[in-house]
């Protein structure tokens, strides 16, 4: 999760980069084509096995268009509508938004530690997007958001597919209804396809959606989501500190404030919970002898029956 939340956090600041020499949505969807296939590729290198039906199909198809098609566009028009490291906060609401979800559709239940986690980020959430400056960005990077909690609700349905071929499949669909978007939007990419633009793009692409999308559905199929989802937590913080350094950005006051509460939340959801007090571990008895019986009261070949009276009084009949 380290290494996850790290590309995701310098990812905000590739897109900013990206955006001086390429239009919005035709950017995005060349980092979900250029991802998906790559994995596309490596999964044939490997022989992995391609989705079979049209359940399968379905799932892989309402993934692409909702975690790649929904959120990548948002996430990108957050980033030129706002400062990078606004976006960086409110696109990483995650963590926030899929305590409910989680709760209901599999049974992971809210703990008061979470619930006042869930208080807390919300306010950080709060105070970066309205009184720090979130710009007309705030509110696409909260559906970027969205977007990418249901991406993670779905992913865990994946069980029984090959992770590396799916991922793919759902980045290229995701493309492809990108591009359409694009193509109504914009019109014909016009791109400088400049060295900064080329690097930038690389990265998003083959680290900051490839490499992470596979760790993180992995991640998603073992892990509880609170858990899982509030590492995201880290991502804004590494995405204000790059744009800091790359671009020159200086957090308000408040945006200051926001960050706070957001990692005060992640720290409260990743404490460890108390576990019960520790009792002395008793040992088990040798095999084939009954839990809690003495020696005086086994009978062993050629022994008689004992018969067991008050303590003191153990008679052994012949």
């Given at each position: 999760?380290?290494?996850?939340?790290?590309?995701?956090?310098?990812?905000?600041?590739?897109?900013?980069?990206?955006?001086?020499d390429?239009?919005?949505l035709w950017?995005a969807?060349l980092?979900?084509?250029?991802?998906?296939?790559?994995?596309l590729?490596?999964?044939a290198a490997?022989?992995?096995p391609?989705?079979?039906?049209?359940?399968a199909?379905?799932?892989?198809?309402?993934?692409?268009l909702?975690?790649?098609t929904?959120?990548?566009?948002?996430?990108?028009?957050?980033?030129?509508?706002?400062?990078t490291?606004?976006?960086?906060?409110?696109?990483?609401?995650?963590?926030?938004?899929?305590?409910?979800?989680?709760?209901?559709f599999?049974?992971?239940?809210?703990s008061?530690?979470?619930?006042?986690?869930l208080?807390?980020?919300?306010a950080?959430?709060?105070?970066?997007?309205?009184?720090g400056?979130?710009?007309?960005?705030?509110?696409?990077?909260?559906?970027?958001?969205?977007?990418?909690?249901?991406?993670?609700?779905?992913?865990?349905?994946?069980?029984?597919?090959d992770?590396?071929?799916?991922?793919?499949?759902?980045?290229?669909?995701?493309?492809?209804?990108?591009?359409?978007?694009?193509?109504?939007?914009?019109?014909?990419?016009?791109?400088?396809?400049?060295?900064?633009?080329?690097?930038?793009?690389?990265?998003?692409?083959?680290?900051g959606?490839?490499?992470?999308?596979?760790?993180?559905?992995?991640?998603?199929?073992?892990s509880?989501?609170?858990?899982l989802?509030?590492?995201?937590?880290?991502?804004?913080?590494?995405?204000?500190?790059?744009?800091?350094?790359?671009?020159g950005?200086?957090?308000?006051?408040?945006?200051?404030?926001?960050?706070?509460?957001?990692?005060?939340?992640?720290?409260?959801?990743?404490?460890?919970?108390?576990?019960?007090?520790?009792?002395?571990?008793?040992?088990?008895?040798p095999?084939?002898?009954?839990?809690?019986?003495?020696?005086?009261q086994r009978?062993?070949?050629?022994?008689?029956?004992?018969?067991?009276?008050?303590?003191?009084?153990?008679?052994?009949?012949?």
């Open positions: 999760m380290l290494w996850i939340t790290a590309a995701w956090g310098a990812c905000f600041v590739a897109i900013e980069w990206g955006l001086r390429a239009p919005l950017f969807a980092r979900a084509l250029i991802a998906g296939a790559a994995l590729a490596l999964g490997w022989h992995r391609v989705p079979r039906g049209w359940r199909w379905g799932l892989i198809t309402v993934l692409g909702v975690n790649v929904v959120a990548f566009a948002a996430m990108f028009g957050g980033v030129a509508g706002g400062a490291g606004t976006a960086a906060v409110l696109a990483n609401a995650q963590p926030l938004l899929i305590l409910l979800p989680a709760w209901y599999y049974g992971e239940r809210l008061p530690r979470t619930s006042a986690a208080v807390v980020g919300f950080g959430l709060v105070a970066v997007a309205l009184p400056g979130g710009g007309s960005g705030a509110a696409l990077s909260l559906l970027s958001a969205a977007a990418v909690t249901a991406g993670t609700l779905l992913s865990r349905r994946l069980t029984g597919l992770l590396v071929t799916a991922t793919a499949w759902h980045l290229l669909i995701g493309a492809a209804g990108l591009m359409m978007l694009a193509a109504a939007v914009e019109g014909s990419p016009v791109i400088l396809w400049s060295p900064r633009f080329t690097l930038s793009l690389a990265f998003l692409a083959l680290v959606t490839a490499a992470t999308t596979v760790a993180w559905f992995a991640e998603a199929r073992r509880r989501l609170d858990t989802t509030a590492w995201t937590f880290l991502t804004p913080v590494l995405g204000i500190a790059l744009a800091s350094v790359a671009l950005e200086r957090p308000g006051g408040w945006t200051a404030v926001g960050l706070l509460a957001v990692l005060a939340a992640m720290w409260i959801a990743l404490r460890p919970p108390a576990g019960p007090p520790r009792t002395r571990r008793l040992s088990a008895p095999t084939g002898e009954p839990h809690g019986q003495s020696p005086e009978v062993g070949p050629g022994q008689g029956a004992v018969k067991i009276r008050p303590p003191g009084r153990v008679l052994s009949g012949s």
